[in-house]
């Protein structure tokens, strides 16, 4: 499975941003899809995910209420769709898929990584 993100750049502060994650190579539909962020000097936290069977979804308490995750298993891919951005929400955003029953909090359940689209926003 090979993930390919897209989507980010540089907005101000209130600003808002969709990413997008295209899959090719797997049953994108069976996988648990993540995003996961990694700020410079900071270990890669979950950001948010949905799950493959009924679509639930999980967000970090830092984004919710600004952030919306959706998948289309027609496009084989799977959106992050973020408002309301500050600061702090700077980071490299990375796309995960898997293929377990592991929680999806922790990104060493995933099996399937994206290299990454930068998210920069200014005050």
């Known amino acids: 499975v090979q993930l390919q993100a897209s989507g980010g750049g540089l907005v101000q502060a209130g600003g808002s941003l969709r990413l997008s994650c295209a899959a090719s190579?797997?049953?994108?539909?069976?996988?648990?899809l993540g995003w996961f962020r990694q700020a410079p000097g900071k270990e890669r936290e979950f950001v948010s995910a949905?799950?493959?069977?009924?679509?639930?979804?999980y967000y970090a308490d830092s984004v919710k209420g600004r952030f919306t995750i959706s998948r289309d298993n027609l496009k084989n891919t799977v959106y992050l769709q973020m408002s309301s951005l500050k600061p702090e929400d700077s980071a490299v955003y990375y796309c995960?898929?898997?293929?377990?029953?592991?929680?999806?909090?922790?990104?060493?359940?995933?099996?399937?990584w994206g290299q990454g689209t930068l998210v920069t926003v200014s005050s």
């Open positions: 995960a898929a898997k293929y377990n029953s592991a929680n999806y909090y922790r990104a060493s359940n995933y099996n399937y």
């Open positions: 190579g797997g049953a994108f539909s069976t996988y648990g």
């Open positions: 949905v799950t493959w069977r009924v679509g639930a979804t």
